[in-house]
């Protein structure tokens, strides 16, 4: 078992990849009630044109596949419902599916072996029939419904879709009522043993419990189950174009008053999880720094009337061929070209940044420590920076390393001449 | 983890002293009888408050400040209790312990500065400081509509009884009459009228954090004011609807309770609300969603200092009068429940009390509603939960009336 010591909080997290290939991640914090589990595939919505596990030729499968299957599992081919046995040991269970992942996971303070097994046996047990896949179609739209009727849910998939030509990215994780109602048990069991192999998968476990113990009783729950070879998993991944689909929209929403999103959007050709992760960084600080806390931006627009009563930017990064950054802009607004116009003005400003920098510094050095006082926080370091970047114990050293003159020399790659622009607006009676 | 109680300047102080966090952290309590006004000014008041203070006269130089203090965070709420209302201040920061710097003073210091030397010249609120947060309460209030959840909750709480606490919501018409001098008037109001008390939490020297901060206060009142809400019962039940642009409808049926029992309200409801609609294994969730796939989600939840329950469900409009009878149905089949039910929820209910001892935040809340409601502590109160039996909660469905029902209608 590897032990992987992080600096300055002193703390310590187990690492064990088993036999089968799944890789098990222990995180023991004294005193804590709660105990964590996540069982993990690196699956998500943009994984949608593979060759299946078996075949030889690709196939695209329709959107929202992998958010249907994370519905699917939760399915029982017995008497007891999965949230019932779950409950019966006073768990709380459920799961998510984002672009590139989906996760199950579940929290108790008692009975955490018996709730582990059932965790890693439920979603290691899949049960599609057609009746079963036929029934969730309408709670599933039901959910696409719901998360549309949100107005600022729907401006930032649409202004994704709009900015993004190849990327897998460019479609919402839940997909489209056309493309779920397309979906088969067949499609099911394709993604399911293409993407499901424990070797694609990742089981991370925090609070106060015995990590040997742990570790033991997951080997024994896998040397019982045969899994066929491992085989890499042959994806087509696409480069990014640097244009936009659209580049001005509207649409009709739920809004009281006029709602109006645009995004930049910039290609670059980062290598390393340590240099994306980095230049993420700094990128979110520079935007902070000119559009956030300690910014007088958004008041000066509401002073000015440009905005009505709110601003707000943040920056999304999107990992294909090559590593394309949105950084979105939303605000209640009827004049979204003057607001336009203000935050290019903006974007010029270097003022004070030496200053801001190293206040910023401060913000991830505090923001780490918080880090390992939650267990969720704690867990979802570790799933970001173990699982989706190699740099658990790196972190730190990067943040405190980080430099003003990298700083510098990373916002100096910025353009902003490509954007896309979206206007959500009220029915007209 | 130990509670340590004392009271300091005058002031009643709770210490949860415990290492398991990296972090330290307070909350300040001014506690008052609520009225419908009040609920607009206390809003109006907590932005304009957390925005900025004498001291660090903008946002922009408040928001400086907690980052030279590694990101030592403040922020205010205002609660609605039954026949109460609370303005509350929060303060946390990383102990010092985890960092090269020394912030408790400066960060405790901040904190004061914030609730008790505010942003006033002449007995009124600097006015840019209040234009602005005018304007975003404002757009607030009438984006209420934006939710349609809330805004079923809001109109079904307007029908089931719109002047008591549980429907004063934040108005436009009383956010229209107020002005820097009418919410400074509420600043003091809330100084001088309210019963104070402070919580602390993590592992550091709280007396002297304690002292610090109460030093302030020269005005400490003690209400005796029920907290629990009487209702008025209504002889038919009630509905409206309204259409909104919004494709998923939401469905939301509101439940009086009458006559319960001290006892049945803190322990038998609970239950009775868990097994009707708390959870993936509730009846609501089971029948609603799995068995007739209606809704995304089903659920119920019960308010005890207003005496009242709701079951809401997210639907497609068509479904409205299936859903309805479905819920009704649900709601009348708890004459009858299960030993396995009443299990499943006695073991959620134990969970929840055992995992709030790891969140800060939690125990800061839970500490305060126990002395607010007068209620079991902890461990008292866990150990009734378990003895509850399938007839209290069979016999306290007979006290459940249905009062009312809202449909917010997707109409996209």
């Known amino acids: 078992m590897e032990k992987i010591i992080l600096p300055k909080i002193d703390e310590t997290i187990y690492k064990e990849v088993l036999d089968n290939g799944l890789t098990i991640y222990i995180y023991k914090k004294p005193g804590f009630q709660k105990k964590y589990a996540y069982f ?14 078996g075949k030889k030729e690709y196939r695209k499968v329709p959107l929202g596949i992998a958010h249907f299957l994370e519905h699917k599992l939760f399915e029982s081919n017995t008497d007891e419902s999965i949230f019932e046995g779950f409950e019966k040991d006073g768990a709380y269970v459920n799961a998510a599916t984002s672009y590139n992942k989906t996760y199950y996971y579940f929290n108790t303070v008692d009975n955490f072996d018996s709730c582990l097994i059932r965790l890693i046996d439920f979603v290691q047990s899949p049960y599609f029939t057609d ?29 994704v879709e709009n900015a993004l030509l190849k990327s897998q990215y460019k479609y919402d994780v839940g997909g489209t009522k056309q493309e779920v109602g397309k979906i088969t048990k067949e499609d099911l069991y394709e993604c399911y043993n293409t993407f499901y192999h424990p070797s694609n998968m990742y089981l991370v476990i925090a609070g106060d419990i015995d990590v040997n113990h742990t570790i033991n009783i997951i080997k024994n729950n896998q040397s019982k189950k045969a899994y066929k070879s491992t085989q890499a998993i042959k994806q087509k991944t696409f480069k990014e174009p640097d244009e936009v689909e659209v580049k001005e929209d509207k649409k009709t929403h739920n809004v009281v008053s006029k709602k109006v999103g645009f995004a930049y959007k910039m290609n670059f050709d980062l290598k390393t999880d340590e240099e994306k992760y980095k230049f993420s960084s ?148 | 983890m130990d509670v340590i109680k004392k009271v300091i300047n005058g002031v009643k102080v709770t210490y949860i002293k415990t290492d398991k966090f990296k972090s330290i952290a307070g909350r300040l309590h001014f506690r008052s009888l609520i009225n419908k006004e009040k609920v607009t000014k206390r809003m109006l008041l907590r932005d304009i408050m957390i925005d900025n203070c004498k001291r660090y006269n903008t946002n922009q130089k408040l928001n ?88 079923c909750f809001y109109k079904l709480n307007q029908l089931m009884g ?70 008025d019962f209504k002889k038919k039940m009630v509905s409206d609807e309204c259409k909104l642009n919004t494709s998923a409808s939401v469905l939301s049926v509101g439940f009086k309770c009458k006559d319960l029992t001290d006892y049945e309200r803190v322990y038998v409801m609970p239950i009775y609300s868990n097994i009707l609609g708390g959870g993936s294994t509730s009846r609501c969730f089971d029948q609603i969603r799995e068995k007739n796939s209606l809704a995304y989600y089903a659920y119920s939840s019960y308010k005890k200092v207003y005496g009242i329950m709701y079951i809401y469900a997210g639907i497609q409009k068509e479904n409205k009068d299936k859903t309805l009878n479905l819920m009704m149905d649900i709601q009348k ?39 607010i409601m007068n209620e079991d502590d902890i461990e008292e109160k866990m150990k009734k939960f378990q003895k509850v039996t399938i007839k209290e909660v069979e016999a306290v469905h007979n006290k459940i009336l249905k009062d009312a029902y809202f449909f917010v209608r997707g109409d996209k």
């Open chain 2, 333 to 371: 089949s708890m004459k009858k429940i299960t030993k396995k039910e009443l299990d499943i929820a006695k073991k959620e209910i134990d969970t929840t009390f055992k995992r709030l001892s790891d969140g800060y935040i939690k125990l800061l809340s839970t500490y305060y509603y126990i002395d």
């Open chain 2, 64 to 151: 400086l400040n907690c980052l030279e203090n590694y990101d030592a965070t403040y922020y205010a709420s205002v609660y609605q209790d039954g026949n109460y209302i609370t303005s509350s201040f929060t303060f946390s920061f990383i102990n010092e312990r985890f960092i090269d710097d020394k912030v408790t003073d400066s960060a405790i210091n901040t904190f004061c500065e914030i609730v008790f030397n505010p942003n006033v010249n002449n007995d009124e609120f600097d006015k840019k400081t209040f234009d602005l947060c005018y304007k975003k309460a404002e757009e607030g209030i009438k984006r209420r509509k934006e939710d349609p959840d809330a805004y």
């Open chain 1, 131 to 159: 009746e079963n896949v036929e029934k969730e179609k309408g709670i599933i739209n039901q959910e696409i419904d719901m998360r549309d009727d949100d107005p600022d849910g729907y401006l930032y998939k649409k202004i």
């Open chain 1, 282 to 429: 700094y990128l979110n600080c520079f935007f902070r720094i000119l559009f956030g806390e300690t910014s007088d931006f958004e008041e000066n627009l509401i002073k000015d009337g440009i905005v009505k009563s709110y601003f707000d930017s943040f920056m999304q990064r999107y990992d294909n061929e090559n590593t394309t950054y949105l950084v979105f802009f939303v605000a209640d607004s009827d004049d979204e070209e003057l607001l336009r116009k203000k935050v290019e003005e903006k974007l010029k400003d270097r003022s004070n940044l030496k200053k801001m920098f190293e206040l910023y510094k401060k913000l991830l050095i505090a923001s780490f420590v918080r880090k390992f006082e939650s267990l969720e926080m704690c867990v979802s370091y570790i799933r970001t920076f173990g699982i989706e970047y190699d740099l658990l114990d790196k972190y730190y050293d990067i943040i405190n390393k980080s430099n003003y003159e990298e700083f510098i020399e990373t916002i100096n790659k910025l353009h902003f001449d490509t954007y896309t622009k979206l206007v959500l607006d009220k029915k007209e009676k």
């Open chain 2, 162 to 231: 719109k002047d008591k606490p549980y429907a004063f919501e934040a108005d436009l018409d009383v956010l229209k009459k107020q002005s820097t001098k009418s919410i400074y008037d509420e600043y003091k109001d809330m100084i001088n009228d309210s019963e104070v008390s402070l919580y602390l939490v993590g592992d550091f020297d709280y007396e002297s954090v304690a002292k610090e901060i109460t030093k302030h206060i020269k005005m400490n009142k003690d209400y005796d004011e029920e907290i629990i809400v009487n209702n």
């Open chain 1, 40 to 53: 993990q595939t690196k699956y998500g919505s943009i994984n949608n044109v593979f060759v299946p596990h």
